[in-house]
Structure formats: C-alpha cells, structure tokens
C-alpha cells in the first residue's frame, strides 16, 4: 500500500487489521486509499462510541495522497484520480486521558482552529457566540445519541458545547484585537 496514518493514542480494532490483511491477499484489486472509521473510546470504559464523526483516509498509496497543510486537520489528500473505498473495520481513539489533560488538549486546539479560520478568512458572528454552546450541546447529546452513555454522555456533550463556544470566543478575541490594534 504505502503509508498509514495512526496516531499515539489510537489502536487497530482486530476486525480492522484482519480486513487489512485479507487486502493484501488481493493486491491487484487494491485502492488508492481506504477511509477508515475512528470511534472514541468512551472515558472510564473500554467501549467503542457507535458513533463516528469522522472517517478519513488513513491506509494510502504514497504515490496518490499527501498530508493537508492545515495546522488542525491532519488528513490526507487524495489525488484527483486517485480510486478510494472504505473499510469496515474500526480505529479506536482513547482521546481522553484524564480532564485536566482534555482541557489542556481542547485550549491548544481551539487556539490553532481560530488560526486556521483566520487563514480561511471567516468572519466572526456575535449570534455564532452566545448560539454555538447550546446548538452544540443539543447536536452531541441529543442527535449524536450521547445521552445513551448516561453520564459520561452528558459530560462529553458539555465538554465537546464548551470546546466549540471557546473557539468562538476565541476567534472573536483575536479578531477585535486586529480591528483595534490591541495586543
């Protein structure tokens, strides 16, 4: 193939390595790229979310994908030509050591997604401010099904509510310094 992509903190479900290597078994029918599926493993338990907000490329020929330049979405471009499909299997993603390491975690990042909407040139919404908490919030908890998690589910949907509105604050920040020549 060439090149995969899993980060520290993720691990290869057994029924994904299994399709994995049934692929090779096949090598002339292979893709260019396969999107693979990344659940969360939910805190204080080693179950897999259902879940997935995302499936990226993350098995690749070198050859038809390179990695994005975005300092906050680390993913991988396909070339225009380049044939993908999907695997069934899961990537398991223990992103929560502990709290105190998610607020740190959920700071960094949302300092350099506001970076990456400044590059974007996206404008800031005052409505976007006071709205995102309580839309994001209803989104994870209600129509991601968090709320089948109990606790945990709620937490996570407050965590994940407050890591959207700290961008937007954020954003709004860095944009009224620029306007006003603040520092």
Do not use: C
Not at 175 to 181: A, D, E, G, I
């Amino acid at each position: 193939m060439g090149a995969y992509n899993l980060d520290a903190d993720e691990r290869v479900t057994v029924e994904l390595k299994d399709e994995i290597l049934a692929l090779f078994k096949k090598p002339e029918q292979l893709a260019d790229g396969y999107h693979i599926a990344i659940h969360d493993i939910i805190y204080l338990s080693n179950k897999l979310n259902p879940k997935t907000p995302y499936k990226p490329i993350r098995l690749y020929k070198k050859s038809k994908g390179r990695y994005s330049e975005s300092p906050v979405h680390d993913r991988v471009i396909m070339q225009d030509d380049a044939i993908t499909d999907k695997l069934n299997g899961k990537i398991a993603h223990a992103s929560i050591r502990d709290f105190s390491h998610r607020v740190e975690k959920m700071n960094a990042y949302s300092s350099a997604q506001v970076e990456d909407m400044i590059n974007q040139g996206r404008k800031p919404s005052k409505v976007r401010i006071v709205l995102e908490f309580w839309l994001s919030f209803l989104k994870r908890y209600f129509l991601k099904g968090y709320w089948r998690q109990g606790l945990i589910g709620y937490i996570y949907a407050m965590n994940y509510a407050y890591s959207r509105f700290l961008r937007q604050i954020k954003y709004y920040e860095t944009t009224y310094k620029q306007k006003k020549k603040i520092k």
